[in-house]
């Protein structure tokens, strides 16, 4: 199964750039890498998602390797509303849509 | 706020007892997915359906059981209730069957 692997915790300094890493090595050719957050408990929420090339909208960017092992999810200016948990996701396969969030990244914005 | 609508919002109930969750989608999707999130065990996918068909199965118990009714809407029973169920219950849907999910605020289950 197309498994992730992120760091457990991050700090980001408010109004700096957090740059989330992410590991995806056995995800398939052509399977998106998805970001959502979550923040205390709410309902997660969709930030970003892409196949090979950067993306960017009005949240963040997603910086993709050219061979697609990782990626890197970048709030440009994190703010302390961005404190939340951070999920890299892929499809399980081999049928439906099924997210595996896993442990995700725990990121704090410092005043 | 993302369009999903989950009632309700908290539920306690005691142990062997059966509730109902329900879902109401983003207007436009047809897909719609559960997920458990307990405090060990994190985000966890349960099913998924399409159109009002089963599309994907992850980890749900067979006390569990969902449908996808016509008008899309969905429901999550859960019968025989027990200690260990208490926890955050999210939906979530898509406009297909393979698109970004968009999440309801979720139901917290407490079982006594």
């Known amino acids: 199964d197309a498994k992730t692997t992120q760091p457990t915790s991050m700090d980001c300094a408010e109004g700096r750039a957090a740059n989330l890493p992410c590991n995806h090595s056995t995800i398939s050719g052509n399977e998106y890498v998805y970001w959502y957050r979550q923040i205390h408990s709410q309902g997660p929420q969709y930030i970003i998602h892409g196949l090979k090339n950067n993306e960017t909208n009005e949240m963040a960017s997603l910086i993709i390797t050219e061979d697609r092992k990782s990626s890197t999810l970048i709030l440009p200016h994190a703010t302390l509303r961005d404190t939340a948990v951070y999920y890299c996701i892929v499809r399980v396969p081999p049928t439906g849509n099924q997210f595996y969030f896993g442990t995700g990244t725990s990121l704090t914005v410092i005043p | 706020d993302s369009g999903v609508t989950q009632t309700p919002k908290h539920l306690i109930t005691a142990t062997g007892q059966r509730v109902t969750l329900r879902c109401s989608p983003r207007s436009g999707d047809l897909s719609v997915y559960w997920y458990q999130q307990s405090l060990d065990q994190g985000l966890q996918f349960l099913i998924q359906y399409y159109n009002g068909e089963e599309r994907a199965k992850g980890n749900i118990l067979e006390r569990f059981s969902a449908q996808q009714f016509p008008d899309l809407h969905s429901e999550l029973n859960l019968s025989s209730l027990e200690l260990g169920d208490s926890a955050l219950y999210f939906c979530?849907?898509?406009?297909?069957?393979?698109?970004?999910?968009?999440f309801g605020p979720g139901t917290r289950l407490t079982v006594l």
């Open positions: 979530a849907s898509s406009v297909g069957e393979y698109n970004e999910q968009f």
